[in-house]
């Protein structure tokens, strides 16, 4: 290093710009409520397609850059004429990047319950089909990034992967969200 004066003057003159960015992120706001859409893909372990997903979130602000909250999301689509609805339901943690406003990383933990249906027919005598469902531990990373559209409502977009564990004749499998979402921030 020729010069570490200037290096270190270089690399706080950096840390200033990115500080200086980070106060309106980094104030406690609070609880935000809103509600995602979008795409759901399960891997191809699961023997399912792409489909719908609804869902809602809550977080609440524990410190200037953590939040904490819970989530849940629901999908149903029909296959080969029988249906499934899958829906997870956990607790999230975030961390908000000082530098990025309104872009978060974190992690979600929680339970996927995966319900089949078969229309029940009669054959002879002897019911086949009905329904059954299993759940199962749920995990996995997530980025969301929220833009405010006005003080209190902002639209974002919300990404991540949830494995999910096997579990009686559930095989393990991964579903990769990409959601739109709108929240109100009290």
Same mark, same amino acid.
């Given at each position: 290093?020729r010069n ?10 950096f840390?200033t ?16 409520v ?16 792409s ?12 410190a ?8 849940t ?17 956990? /607790?999230?943690?975030? *961390?908000? #990047?000082? &530098?990025?406003?309104?872009l978060?990383f974190? $992690?979600?933990?929680? =339970?996927? @319950? ?28 997530? /980025?969301?990034?929220? *833009?405010? #559209?006005? &003080? ?6 919300? $990404?991540?992967?949830? =494995?999910? @564990?096997?579990k009686?004749?559930?095989?393990s499998?991964?579903?990769?969200n990409?959601?739109?979402s ?5």
């Amino acid at each position: 290093m020729r010069n570490p004066i200037a290096f270190c003057l270089v690399m706080a003159s950096f840390a200033t710009v990115l500080t200086g960015n980070a106060r309106a992120d980094a104030t406690p706001v609070g609880l935000t409520v809103g509600g995602l859409g979008g795409l759901m893909s399960p891997s191809s372990a699961s023997g399912a397609s792409s489909r719908f997903t609804g869902g809602f979130v809550a977080d609440y602000r524990v410190a200037p850059l953590v939040d904490v909250g819970a989530v849940t999301t629901l999908s149903s689509h029909d296959e080969n004429g029988a249906g499934f609805k899958t829906v997870f339901y956990g /607790v999230e943690g975030n *961390y908000h #990047i000082p &530098s990025l406003e309104g872009l978060a990383f974190g $992690a979600r933990l929680g =339970f996927t @319950s995966v319900t089949a249906s078969i229309p029940q027919i009669s054959i002879g005598g002897i019911s086949i089909g009905g329904e059954t469902t299993s759940t199962a531990l749920s995990y996995g990373p997530h /980025v969301t990034y929220d *833009y405010k #559209i006005a &003080s209190q409502v902002s639209v974002g977009l919300d $990404a991540g992967v949830n =494995f999910v @564990s096997s579990k009686d004749n559930m095989q393990s499998f991964s579903m990769i969200n990409t959601l739109a979402s709108v929240k109100y921030w009290f």
